[in-house]
């Protein structure tokens, strides 16, 4: 993508000349590694059983559901991945497309969605904890516990310090690995023998109702153990043939992941022992899920083997994380959220190392308030959300200003995303009301922060002015805001004034109107200043 934005003043990195030094290494392979390692970490350890607490057994709809999700949005993120790489391209193609106040709130979303890069070490010393009891307690990391969390996350920035090309050598391996022992598990656990009935007995399908199935994509962990298939475009200023490959890698990656996820839900399922099934599915309570599970069905060496893999699978999806945090950041950077200092690409390794300095910091503070892996994950479902909704309006805006122009399609452009664009706005507008008004009055405030950050940066700058971008940027915190409201409102934890169904269509019609609006905007924008189109 052409980089029109001025040369930097003296010691201060240049876009162009920076995005210039990225290598170029990356295979078709290698992004669905990437990709794949990146969805399956620490997710498939935890979500079978916190979905199967949230919805019991419909909790398998919640999977397809993701798998839904994560297909439209993919397809609208693939277009923008083929035709406008970029290295931390989720980052930019807000801000390209709708203005600084969008690129800001997103971007501020985005440097919290680090938060993601913890939870993957906080499932680390959860299962580590069968070992060493002193590292996890009470659902949350102890202090020792920080201090060996501190330490594993220098380690995966070390191993993160060295060019492109080792750190795929290094994933591929790791990704072999994390294939292998989710499989065995459910072939052993189904081998071990399975309860029959077992999806409509305990209450039946949906013991807690189908409701609980909407529930549970974002509290139970399901949208963010689904979440990563973006990878591979984060990758896409790093990629060979990015047109072809780029899109390939994140349909496979997603493909091969849910499918493990739904067999790893059944497994769980079908063989947890009647026993702890007194109370229902919400009364089976392990700490370290599918390891403590081995156990009880005298499966040691399945066991050995999970609790080996509990640290190479959160390790590897760690280890990508923060490679796609230090992205994120160099384009946050890019955008100006963040000093220019951390824009700087080591010219001969090609690494953002100065952002990956800034992000180490970044998972340790997280850490701190959010110590174990539901508590994290229910606040990075939502952070996800909203990146997904934001880029599904920029791919839209980007097509309305084309066609103004009478240009056709971009070489790259996906079949039928005219229309997948808006349903997945409002499916991912959706899911962020569905995670409930408990994580929402904590997630949507935090993502709100970005607008008085974006006020700061403003202040004296050149160019639109603040009351511009503001207009062009006002439908992202309308449709926050209006989520919070519904929030409050509804049956999802709220106060229940709004009924179900008609709060989820009241929130379905809300954003629909407010894409048509945002589409609109960016156009607008992209009129004014049409130097920021490829």
Request: hydrophobic share 55%; glycine share 12%.
């Given at each position: 993508?052409?980089?029109?934005?001025?040369?930097?003043?003296?010691?201060?990195?240049?876009?162009?000349?920076?995005?210039?030094?990225?290598?170029?290494?990356?295979?078709?392979?290698?992004?669905t590694a990437i990709g794949f390692s990146n969805i399956l970490g620490s997710g498939w350890l935890f979500a079978a059983l916190y979905a199967a607490q949230t919805a019991?057994?419909?909790?398998?709809?919640?999977?397809?559901?993701?798998?839904?999700?994560?297909?439209?949005?993919?397809?609208?993120?693939?277009?923008?991945?083929?035709?406008?790489?970029?290295?931390?391209?989720?980052?930019?193609?807000?801000?390209?497309?709708?203005?600084?106040?969008?690129?800001?709130?997103?971007?501020?979303?985005?440097?919290?969605?680090?938060?993601?890069?913890?939870?993957?070490?906080?499932?680390?010393?959860?299962?580590?904890?069968?070992?060493?009891?002193?590292?996890?307690?009470?659902?949350?990391?102890?202090?020792?516990?920080?201090?060996?969390?501190?330490?594993?996350?220098?380690?995966?920035?070390?191993?993160?310090?060295?060019?492109?090309?080792?750190?795929?050598?290094?994933?591929?391996?790791?990704?072999?690995?994390?294939?292998?022992?989710?499989?065995?598990?459910?072939?052993?656990?189904?081998?071990?023998?399975?309860?029959?009935?077992?999806?409509?007995?305990?209450?039946?399908?949906?013991?807690?109702?189908?409701?609980?199935?909407?529930?549970?994509?974002?509290?139970?962990?399901?949208?963010?153990?689904?979440?990563g298939f973006q990878a591979p475009l984060d990758f896409s200023g790093e990629a060979r043939n990015p047109r072809r490959n780029v899109p390939a890698a994140v349909l496979?990656?997603?493909?091969?992941?849910?499918?493990?996820?739904?067999?790893?839900?059944?497994?769980?399922?079908?063989?947890?022992?009647?026993?702890?099934?007194?109370?229902?599915?919400?009364?089976?309570?392990?700490?370290?899920?599918?390891?403590?599970?081995?156990?009880?069905?005298?499966?040691?060496?399945?066991?050995?083997?999970?609790?080996?893999?509990?640290?190479?699978?959160?390790?590897?999806?760690?280890?990508?994380?923060?490679?796609?945090?230090?992205?994120?950041?160099?384009?946050?950077?890019?955008?100006?959220?963040?000093?220019?200092?951390?824009?700087?690409?080591?010219?001969?390794?090609?690494?953002?190392?100065?952002?990956?300095?800034?992000?180490?910091?970044?998972?340790?503070?997280?850490?701190?308030?959010?110590?174990?892996?539901?508590?994290?994950?229910?606040?990075?479902?939502?952070?996800?959300?909203?990146?997904?909704?934001?880029?599904?309006?920029?791919?839209?805006?980007?097509?309305?200003?084309?066609?103004?122009?009478?240009?056709?399609?971009?070489?790259?452009?996906?079949?039928?995303?005219?229309?997948?664009?808006?349903?997945?706005?409002?499916?991912?507008?959706?899911?962020?009301?569905?995670?409930?008004?408990?994580?929402?009055?904590?997630?949507?405030?935090?993502?709100?922060?970005?607008?008085?950050?974006?006020?700061?940066?403003?202040?004296?700058?050149?160019?639109?002015?603040?009351?511009?971008?503001?207009?062009?940027?006002?439908?992202?915190?309308?449709?926050?805001?209006?989520?919070?409201?519904?929030?409050?409102?509804?049956?999802?934890?709220?106060?229940?004034?709004?009924?179900?169904?008609?709060?989820?269509?009241?929130?379905?019609?809300?954003?629909?109107?407010?894409?048509?609006?945002?589409?609109?905007?960016?156009?607008?924008?992209?009129?004014?200043?049409?130097?920021?189109?490829?």
């Amino acid at each position: 993508m052409a980089q029109h934005e001025p040369a930097g003043a003296a010691g201060v990195p240049d876009v162009r000349t920076e995005e210039s030094r990225l290598r170029k290494d990356l295979g078709f392979w290698a992004l669905t590694a990437i990709g794949f390692s990146n969805i399956l970490g620490s997710g498939w350890l935890f979500a079978a059983l916190y979905a199967a607490q949230t919805a019991g057994p419909a909790a398998l709809l919640s999977w397809v559901a993701a798998g839904v999700l994560c297909a439209l949005v993919a397809l609208v993120m693939v277009e923008l991945g083929a035709t406008r790489p970029e290295g931390g391209g989720t980052v930019r193609w807000p801000l390209y497309a709708n203005g600084r106040l969008v690129g800001t709130v997103v971007g501020w979303s985005v440097l919290l969605s680090v938060g993601g890069t913890a939870a993957e070490i906080s499932a680390i010393m959860q299962y580590a904890a069968h070992y060493v009891p002193g590292l996890y307690d009470g659902g949350s990391i102890t202090a020792s516990g920080l201090g060996v969390a501190s330490a594993l996350s220098v380690l995966l920035t070390a191993l993160n310090w060295f060019a492109v090309r080792m750190f795929a050598r290094v994933n591929n391996l790791v990704s072999v690995f994390k294939v292998v022992v989710p499989v065995l598990t459910v072939v052993a656990l189904f081998l071990s023998g399975t309860h029959g009935g077992r999806l409509t007995d305990h209450g039946g399908f949906a013991p807690y109702g189908y409701a609980a199935c909407l529930t549970a994509l974002a509290g139970g962990g399901i949208v963010y153990s689904v979440n990563g298939f973006q990878a591979p475009l984060d990758f896409s200023g790093e990629a060979r043939n990015p047109r072809r490959n780029v899109p390939a890698a994140v349909l496979a990656g997603i493909g091969l992941a849910v499918l493990v996820y739904l067999g790893l839900q059944l497994a769980f399922l079908y063989t947890v022992p009647d026993s702890l099934l007194a109370h229902g599915w919400q009364g089976v309570n392990f700490e370290s899920p599918f390891g403590q599970l081995a156990l009880v069905l005298n499966l040691h060496w399945l066991a050995t083997l999970l609790y080996a893999d509990a640290v190479v699978s959160p390790g590897g999806s760690a280890y990508v994380g923060v490679a796609i945090d230090a992205r994120h950041t160099y384009a946050l950077a890019k955008n100006g959220l963040l000093p220019r200092f951390f824009m700087r690409i080591d010219p001969r390794s090609g690494i953002a190392r100065r952002a990956l300095v800034l992000n180490l910091a970044v998972i340790i503070v997280f850490m701190l308030p959010f110590g174990g892996w539901q508590d994290i994950v229910s606040v990075m479902g939502d952070m996800y959300l909203i990146i997904y909704a934001a880029s599904a309006v920029a791919v839209a805006s980007f097509r309305a200003h084309d066609r103004e122009r009478g240009l056709p399609l971009p070489e790259g452009h996906m079949p039928g995303v005219r229309w997948i664009a808006p349903v997945s706005f409002a499916v991912a507008i959706e899911f962020v009301y569905w995670s409930g008004w408990d994580d929402l009055r904590l997630a949507l405030p935090l993502v709100l922060v970005g607008v008085p950050l974006f006020l700061f940066q403003r202040r004296g700058s050149k160019g639109a002015s603040v009351a511009d971008e503001v207009r062009r940027g006002a439908w992202l915190v309308c449709i926050l805001a209006a989520l919070t409201l519904f929030s409050w409102l509804g049956t999802f934890g709220g106060s229940g004034r709004l009924p179900a169904p008609y709060d989820s269509i009241v929130v379905g019609a809300a954003a629909f109107a407010v894409f048509g609006w945002a589409v609109r905007s960016g156009a607008a924008h992209l009129r004014a200043r049409p130097a920021h189109v490829a």
